[in-house]
Structure formats: structure tokens, C-alpha cells
């Protein structure tokens, strides 16, 4: 993923669609981003650095791909949504609360 100058944490969430990793970079308003299906997070590198700087980005690798695991069905786009909002409450809810 990128060189970025900011501190990156990474966790993975368990989902229907697989366990998925996921970035953790910025501060401020949260913003999810999840790369086409057939691509890497990498694909997002020229944007992270810029949206960083002024929210926390939360980046989901998809299932098969950079370090999150298969999936263990088909999946759908609609599952993937789905996922994405499981990803948003489990990484949100452990944030510390803004003061």
C-alpha cells in the first residue's frame, strides 16, 4: 500500500464474504474506501495521501486479494456492501470516542 508519511494501523474484520483487512490512516471524518474487485488496495495509493490529511480512510482489501482471505462462497455486490457496513461498525465502534 503507500508510503505515507502518516501512521497506518491494520486489523481484519470477520464477514460472510471472508475476513478482510483492513488500513486505518488519518483522523477526522470517516471515509471507506474498497478497490475494484479485481485490484489491490495499491490501486488507491495516489488518493490516500491527499484524503488523509484530513479524515481517517479506511481502506478494505476485498476477499482473494493484498492480505485478506478467500472467500469462503460466492459473493455478490450486494454482499459486499453489506460487508463494508460490517467493516464501518466493527472498525468505528472500537475507535475512541471524539472529544
Do not use: K
Not at 497506518?8 to 483487512?21: D, K, N, W, Y
Not at 488500513?23 to 491527499?50: F, K, N, Q, V
Request: charged share 20%.
Amino acid at each position: 500500500m503507500t508510503t505515507s508519511n502518516s501512521p497506518v494501523e491494520a486489523t481484519s474484520v470477520s464477514t460472510p464474504i471472508g475476513r478482510l483487512c483492513v488500513e486505518l490512516r488519518g483522523s477526522g471524518p470517516a471515509i471507506l474506501c474498497w478497490p475494484s474487485l479485481y485490484c489491490d488496495a495499491r490501486t488507491l495509493d495516489p488518493l490516500l495521501e491527499d484524503l488523509e490529511r484530513d479524515h481517517r480512510v479506511l481502506v478494505v482489501e476485498g476477499p482473494g486479494h493484498g492480505r485478506s482471505g478467500p472467500s469462503p462462497r460466492r459473493f455478490s455486490l450486494g454482499d459486499c456492501a453489506d460487508a463494508a457496513v460490517q467493516v464501518l461498525d466493527a472498525v468505528l465502534a472500537a475507535l475512541p470516542a471524539p472529544r
